[in-house]
């Protein structure tokens, strides 16, 4: 039989319960003046345990050893901070949650369904964010970077309230409305709207006093003299991100460079906090493209290194947390063709990411459909496949089944899927499983050099993996052991002293 209290003895109870926290409180670090004064944020979407052990191991692979035995310590800088936690990432519906929900988790501690952007599970009641909240109870300044769109989801969880991520005209208003200090990275999605019959969201900010800054001329000017300042990169690629790391040329902005400008911009007495995402680990990851992978969790590392080199000049003052949403693609160290054994360093062979490869070479076989064998010379100059009549001594030879599912694939690129009866394509079962919704032959290039790598995807989508979260300097503590993404919030009103909202 269950027992229950009676009320009187249940609320004193409770009474006792309540006084007893009271007086065993411990003091917040903000109380006791050990609060953190700079505070990084950074946030490799889809980026766990698997992504960056991948970027790890490939430097490892790559490592000069005499005696040709494989480098296993070689770490990223974030890697060797003092203290790693780790933290689930489910959000409301999902167990493979996306950005939305995990980045509102991160932001606001609060779960709520996926898609939706610091919004309860009713969509009526907003959530306010760490960055909010330090906005409106200190005088820090606060930044917001990423390497994608900064409407994405990822960086409007730290300012946008939204009952859909795809609402990129409405997140773009409250970027503006923000008033922080300092966004850098993508172009706006949907500047002018669905329609693009509103007001440009660029004109709105300079309206709001925002110095908006297009061109990377103009952004290496830019001063703390500027006051609020809105860059976005001249170099739109795919989807109007920054490049790829790996299409990336030499005199071209880093995502490092944008945090350097951020620092610079935000740097002040009463200190800052700057969130950094680095987006484009999860696009990779998404279209299955390891190469692409390794050289963004790289970029993000460069990024990681800025903070550390400004963390050396204030010890006693800066946090730095380097964390991910959740996991992309199902990624593995391993496959199966290849036993026990990777060839990492194979992924030298890849020149270019998929979405360039698409862009610049894949458009143009369809327009001119190109002879598979043209493109394979393609194939073998930017990523090191070779058919079996072109072997050299050096090159990643394909076999007589790898060759055929090239060849399938290209076919399928330069004429489409089969049409229904309605005359639309329609992509079978087994063709969505290999090639996802991306280019077959991309893709299928890909896969071979994954799979020939030692390396293997398992999905197209997210999946349910827990995020690892590193933390160096004031407070870092903190961020050890297990428990939920959420906690990564509420840690982060405790260290700085602002109210909890998400209790």
Not at 272 to 281: A, T
Not at 485 to 499: F, P
């Amino acid at each position: 039989m269950k027992r229950f209290l009676k009320p009187v003895t249940a609320l004193l109870l409770a009474f006792a319960v309540l006084c007893s926290l009271a007086l065993c409180a411990v003091p917040t670090a903000a109380a006791e003046g050990n609060a953190p004064k700079y505070v990084f944020l950074f946030i490799g979407d889809g980026m766990t345990y698997s992504q960056f052990q991948l970027a790890a191991s490939y430097q490892g692979a790559n490592a000069d050893t005499d005696d040709g035995i494989l480098d296993g310590d070689v770490a990223l800088n974030f890697m060797n901070f003092d203290v790693l936690g780790n933290a689930t990432t489910y959000d409301s519906s999902s167990f493979c949650p996306d950005s939305a929900s995990t980045a509102t988790s991160i932001a606001s501690g609060f779960k709520t369904y996926s898609g939706v952007i610091n919004m309860d599970e009713t969509k009526t009641i907003p959530y306010t964010t760490i960055a909010e909240q330090l906005r409106d109870n200190t005088d820090m300044k606060i930044g917001v970077v990423s390497s994608v769109n900064l409407n994405h989801a990822t960086p409007a969880a730290f300012y946008a309230h939204q009952a859909s991520r795809s609402s990129y005209y409405e997140i773009g208003q409250e970027l503006i409305d923000s008033g922080f200090d300092y966004f850098a990275g993508g172009g706006l999605l949907k500047p002018t709207g669905k329609n693009g019959d509103l007001p440009d969201l660029y004109d709105l900010a300079a309206q709001a006093g925002y110095k908006v800054v297009r061109t990377q001329a103009d952004a290496e000017q830019v001063t703390a003299d500027d006051g609020k300042v809105l860059i976005v990169t001249e170099n739109l690629a795919d989807s109007d991100s920054l490049d790829y790391e790996i299409d990336r040329q030499q005199d071209v902005w880093a995502l490092s460079d944008y945090v350097a400008k951020g620092v610079e911009v935000l740097d002040n007495e009463n200190g800052f906090f700057l969130m950094c995402e680095g987006g484009k680990i999860d696009w990779a990851c998404h279209a299955n493209d390891a190469g692409s992978v390794v050289y963004d969790v790289l970029a993000m590392a460069d990024a990681v290194q800025v903070a550390v080199d400004f963390a050396q000049a204030h010890p006693q003052e800066t946090l730095i947390l380097v964390t991910g949403d959740h996991e992309t693609g199902g990624l593995t160290i391993g496959f199966a063709g290849t036993n026990y054994d990777t060839y990492l360093d194979n992924l030298n062979n890849q020149k270019i990411s998929y979405a360039k490869y698409d862009a610049d070479y894949v458009s143009a076989y369809k327009e001119n459909n190109t002879p598979f064998a043209d493109a394979m010379a393609d194939v073998e100059a930017l990523f090191g496949l070779m058919l079996p009549e072109d072997a050299g001594e050096d090159g990643l030879v394909l076999t007589d089944y790898e060759v055929e599912e090239l060849e399938k694939a290209y076919e399928i690129t330069l004429n489409g899927y089969a049409q229904d009866q309605e005359g639309k394509p329609v992509q079978t079962q087994q063709e969505y499983v290999t090639y996802g919704t991306y280019t077959p032959f991309s893709v299928t290039v890909t896969h071979l050099l994954n799979n020939k790598s030692g390396i293997n995807f398992g999905s197209y989508a997210h999946t349910g993996l827990p995020a690892a979260v590193f933390a160096q300097g004031v407070g870092a503590e903190a961020f050890a052991g297990s428990y939920d993404n959420t906690d990564i919030h509420h840690k982060l009103c405790t260290l700085l002293g602002v109210e909890n909202l998400a209790g």
